[in-house]
């Protein structure tokens, strides 16, 4: 899922939420760039971090009014993850391509004045010691209790 570099970045989220066909949760956004200014985002909330979304989705919800600005209807956010791009072909077989961000942690500051941070950290494909083909798990765990 995070084959991409990962990264820290601020977004700003807005309450418009949906589920993809895999269960995965998005929240529409937007993002600063120096050389574009805002540009749209999608924060995707997909495996084991599903569950910590729904708090974050409370949060968003209810403090639109509280932090935007008139006109931005947005909650400031940050988000640790990788990029991933998604297209969607059109009718008359234009495509648009989507920025989405796949999040595996975030921080937002709650009503209550105290730092939230939820998800997970990101596990590295490489931090996994496979077992040898063929090798019997119980067995090795024996050989290095010994």
Known sequence: M???????LPVWLMPRFRRTQRGDVVISGHYR?????????ECVFAGRRIP?????KDFVKHSVARFSTPGTHSVPIHVNGAWR????LHDDGWQD???QFMVA????VGANGKQQILGEPVIRASAYRP????????QQATEAQR
């Open 33 to 41: 760039t120096e050389q574009d200014g805002m540009l749209p985002i």
């Open 105 to 108: 942690q975030w921080m937002y």
């Open 52 to 56: 910590y979304a729904q708090p974050l």
């Open 85 to 88: 791009y998604r297209f969607d």
């Open 97 to 99: 391509r989507i920025r």
């Open 131 to 138: 077992s040898p083909a063929g090798a019997d798990p119980l």
């Open 2 to 8: 995070f084959k991409n570099a990962v990264i820290s």
